[in-house]
């Protein structure tokens, strides 16, 4: 699939915010564009792939007089040029799928088979077309307050 975003590779280095607004929106610097997908390093020192498909819009802040951010662009980036291509780079990882909003889901991806990926999480393998997939970012479990590390419940019966 080519691309139509092609016009992103000249904002590079600098801070864009994706979508306007909802579940799936978030700024940060722009760090790659690639076939099918685009890296941004978004809050936290989070590292956001996005594919192309499902982005609504990107916006440059006019202000900031075209310069770029002074953050180091040499940190270690994925050299994956499709983005079915990173999803097989984070397999075995706990990853957050869906930034926000009914479709966010987070999990360890176990295998990625043709246009497919699955999940586990906890006691759960969830199948997932990876044309549904907004983005992805890696990240850790969160426990619950009621939860403690081990998994076990802190309720008492």
């Not at 992103?8 to 801070?15: F, P, V």
């Not at 984070?90 to 990853?95: A, I, P, Y």
Request: glycine fraction near 8%; include cysteine; charged fraction near 25%.
């Amino acid at each position: 699939m080519g691309s139509n975003l092609k016009y992103l590779d000249d904002c590079i280095g600098r801070i864009v915010q994706v979508d306007r607004g909802g579940p799936e929106s978030q700024s940060g610097i722009l760090l790659a564009n690639r076939d099918d997908f685009f890296i941004l390093k978004g809050e936290n020192e989070a590292t956001f792939y996005y594919q192309h498909a499902h982005v609504k819009s990107i916006s440059l802040n006019t202000q900031d007089g075209f310069a770029l951010t002074n953050v180091l662009l040499e940190e270690e980036l994925s050299e994956s040029i499709t983005f079915t291509d990173v999803l097989n780079e984070l397999r075995h990882k706990w990853v957050n799928i869906n930034r926000g909003g009914p479709s966010k889901m987070e999990g360890v991806i176990d295998n990625v088979q043709g246009d497919v990926l699955t999940l586990i999480h906890q006691n759960t393998l969830l199948t997932v077309p990876i044309f549904h997939i907004r983005n992805v970012t890696l990240g850790a479990p969160k426990i619950e307050e009621n939860e403690e590390p081990g998994g076990k419940n802190n309720d008492k019966f």
